[in-house]
């Protein structure tokens, strides 16, 4: 296993939209083991392909201990709809309010190549959807305002000059400060103590 490389905003990768896998491969299972070892190495909870610079229809992700591979993901029901802040491991250091369903049904393939349906909701399931998100090359930035798209790219110019190339490299056993920073979303009992990064 190895952790990657993850590509920032501006790597054109992010913005392609991923096929669908027609066989689970032994250099996808590799891949996907990969994935989740670079998932916690940045301490997120969800990782999709392309932020590994890979076009496979595929994300990995782990919300309360409940690590979960969906390969050629869709929403087949969802319900409800909440605003919370959210974070990208592609999009350090930017944050911002974005509305999801709060109930969700998804069905994919898994590792086995076995067909589940998984029913989540709240943190889970907005997961989730940032992750769907990713493999049809939309980030969350792209719900916010003008205004406030404007005052992130303006951010972002700054920020973007941490990583020559679009290229974030972790480093192992670095942790960052992240759960540490209070922030507004955190005094809604339902929010995590920190944003989450997927
Ligand atoms: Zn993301």
């Known amino acids: 296993m190895a952790v990657l490389d993850i590509r920032v905003l501006g790597d054109p990768i992010l913005r392609d939209r991923t096929e669908p896998l027609p066989h689970v491969t032994e250099d996808l299972r590799s891949l996907v083991a990969d994935m989740f070892e670079t998932m916690y190495a940045a301490e997120g909870i969800g990782l999709a392909a392309p932020q590994v610079g890979r076009k496979e229809r595929v994300f990995v992700m782990d919300v309360d201990e409940n690590p979960l591979t969906m390969i050629n ?3 087949i029901e969802r319900e409800g ?3 919370a802040e959210e974070g990208c491991l592609s999009i350090p250091e930017i944050f911002g309010d974005v509305d999801r ?3 969700i049904v998804v069905r994919a393939t898994d590792l086995d190549g076995n ?3 998984v029913e989540l909701t709240e943190l889970a399931a907005r997961c989730v959807q940032h992750e769907l998100d990713h493999l049809d090359g939309k980030l969350f ?3 916010m305002s003008l205004i406030k798209r404007k005052f992130t790219a303006r951010k972002w ?4 000059t941490n990583y020559p190339g679009f290229i974030r490299k972790l480093e192992p056993g670095k942790t960052h400060s992240r759960r540490s920073r ?3 979303a955190a005094a809604e009992s339902s929010a995590p103590p920190f944003e ?3």
Not at 157 to 160: T, W
């Open 157 to 160: 110019e700054k920020e973007a």
């Open 81 to 83: 709809t909440e605003r």
């Open 141 to 143: 930035i792209d719900y």
């Open 73 to 75: 993901p869709e929403i």
């Open 115 to 117: 067909q589940l349906e």
């Open 196 to 198: 989450p990064e997927l």
């Open 101 to 103: 369903a709060t109930r």
């Open 182 to 184: 209070s922030r507004g």
